[in-house]
């Protein structure tokens, strides 16, 4: 079967997560780190970098193609299969097989709450405590697709990525946040800023950075939904980041909207809500490729670079008609044959308007033989003229 997150399938739409009618914080309050229900590891071992002891890389030359079949309308879909090439050949991929999930640096000077302090001079050394537990559990819990760093001369100031998952409209994107622990933590939660490039690509992420998450008291929830002291933990607002609002369809999200789910209208708006936020997933990649954040510039040109084909095939897919999310690795994941129709026009339009400049942003990151994606697009621009 295929692995992706399926918040459907785990039942993690019960409870108070988020904003609307996701309402189960992604880490139960028992201290474990899975839903119930959900194997340890299992949600996120696909989108994570699989550096085990192997003397080569998967790198973004497309040395053939591989067909899969379109489930909508029986087209053909051409995929990447990447090129395997010697990893020491390549200083981008060795700087990205050597970027360390969780790891102290120095400079703070673009984080959002650089001006924020929690005077710490002042606070018992039992803040500082609750820091360093802070550390230890993501440390040793990280799951692949996240990363974060920490800083030695300011430990209430902390930043992490998000790789988004397969099987959402996020997939293959970095969603950066900056974090600042308060002087009243852990009594309450602490601050989260996300990097919007002023880019509204879900209803819990506004545009100016807000993220409406219940454990974060951003958003209502039950006493047991919200933050504890003593039991919730950064980790949990990490994972509950990716899991509830990165999501399958972000559209349920959006409060009131879940009791459209699987009435027509519903499906419509949110298939059409995953085409818009690809588009802006998409020119998220050109804003954090252009200006990567400090201490994470080796994970952006690396993960841009061995990734950039297979994002390419998937707007060259979903030009097709393909549903967005529907791509995984190896093929088009099984979907109702009935959702499949062709691409909107606007839909389209947006492909042809962000691909070209999608492309030199890989180009600068150095992926080769990008071109070849853009040749369906014009193609089918160019026939309707």
Request: proline letters at 5%; glycine letters at 8%; a neutral charge.
């Amino acid at each position: 079967s295929d692995e992706y997150i399926d918040v459907d399938e785990y039942a993690l739409l019960q409870g108070a997560g988020s904003s609307g009618s996701f309402h189960s914080n992604f880490v139960g309050h028992d201290g474990s780190l899975h839903p119930s229900g959900v194997e340890s590891g299992y949600l996120w071992s696909n989108s994570s970098y699989s550096f085990n002891a192997t003397p080569k890389h998967v790198c973004g030359s497309t040395s053939a193609l591989k067909s899969a079949r379109d489930v909508h309308n029986g087209a053909a879909v051409a995929l990447p299969q990447l090129t395997i090439i010697d990893e020491a050949e390549n200083e981008t991929l060795r700087k990205l097989r050597s970027f360390k999930q969780f790891d102290t640096v120095i400079d703070t000077s673009d984080h959002h709450f650089i001006n924020h302090y929690s005077s710490t001079k002042q606070n018992p050394k039992s803040w500082a405590k609750q820091i360093q537990e802070e550390w230890k559990i993501l440390e040793k819990h990280l799951p692949d697709t996240i990363f974060v760093r920490v800083y030695e001369s300011r430990m209430d100031l902390m930043r992490a990525v998000i790789i988004g998952a397969e099987g959402t409209p996020y997939h293959n994107g970095l969603f950066f946040f900056d974090i600042f622990f308060p002087s009243g933590y852990p009594n309450v939660p602490p601050n989260v800023h996300y990097h919007s490039g002023g880019l509204r690509l879900n209803p819990n992420l506004y545009n100016c950075g807000k993220v409406c998450l219940s454990l974060l008291n951003t958003w209502s929830g039950t006493t047991k939904e919200r933050w504890t002291k003593g039991v919730s933990t950064m980790l949990q607002v990490l994972v509950s980041i990716q899991g509830l609002i990165l999501n399958t369809m972000p559209y349920y999200n959006e409060p009131g909207y879940e009791s459209l789910r699987g009435t027509p209208n519903g499906e419509t708006q949110a298939r059409q809500y995953n085409q818009n936020t690809f588009i802006l997933s998409l020119r998220t990649m050109m804003y954090t490729i252009r200006k990567p954040p400090k201490n994470f510039e080796d994970l952006v040109a690396g993960h841009f670079y061995s990734r950039a084909h297979d994002i390419l095939a998937s707007c060259k897919a979903y030009e097709k008609g393909v549903q967005v999310g529907c791509l995984v690795k190896g093929g088009v994941r099984d979907v109702d044959g009935s959702n499949g129709k062709n691409c909107p026009a606007k839909f389209k339009s947006g492909l042809v308007e962000c691909v070209p400049s999608l492309i030199k942003e890989f180009e600068n990151v150095g992926v080769k033989d990008c071109e070849k994606f853009t040749s369906q697009v014009r193609r089918s621009t160019t026939s309707r003229k």
